[in-house]
């Protein structure tokens, strides 16, 4: 039996993207493991940091993650002083705490390391290229997305 010189899944997005997403997952986490952070707890604390009060309805939209997983990440960083919950009412708002405050600066640094590595693996241009074209893919399937859902929930 004959091997095809190519297989489906080098045309795949849904393979490729996944595939590039673990191999820079790993690369993060290595930029992120003196911190003892997860490369998503790093990316929720700076939205903290740059918005001091951030809903988490808001951090969930920009983060593109579920409420429930947003919960869990502020769950997370309360237990570890990092993130301090407050309530109004219904309403909860998100602080940085003093102890994040002082790793802010490595944060930002852990994220600078990971894209000099990237771009150095990729060339800085088709790193700023593929990174330009995914958001704007991934805007085009979010609009989608919520089209689609509304469809569903009407059947």
């Not at 790093?42 to 918005?51: E, H, I, P, R, Y």
């Not at 150095?120 to 859902?149: F, P, Q, V, W, Y």
């Amino acid at each position: 039996m004959e091997i095809p010189e190519h297989n489906f899944l080098e045309t795949c997005l849904f393979f490729n993207t996944n595939a590039f997403s673990r191999q820079l997952l790993k690369l993060a986490e290595i930029e992120f493991k003196p911190l003892k952070l997860s490369p998503a707890h790093a990316s929720f604390l700076l939205l903290v940091f740059d918005t001091p009060g951030i809903s988490p309805k808001e951090l969930s939209r920009l983060l593109q993650l579920t409420p429930s997983t947003i919960t869990r990440f502020i769950d997370s960083l309360v237990k570890k002083k990092l993130v301090l919950r407050t309530t109004k009412g219904k309403s909860a708002f998100i602080f940085p705490t003093p102890k994040s405050q002082t790793m802010q600066r490595s944060i930002a640094q852990a994220y600078k390391n990971l894209y000099l590595t990237y771009s150095e693996i990729l060339g800085t241009k088709t790193a700023m290229g593929l990174s330009c074209k995914i958001a704007k893919a991934n805007e085009r399937m979010m609009e989608n997305m919520k089209s689609l859902e509304e469809n569903e929930s009407q059947l």
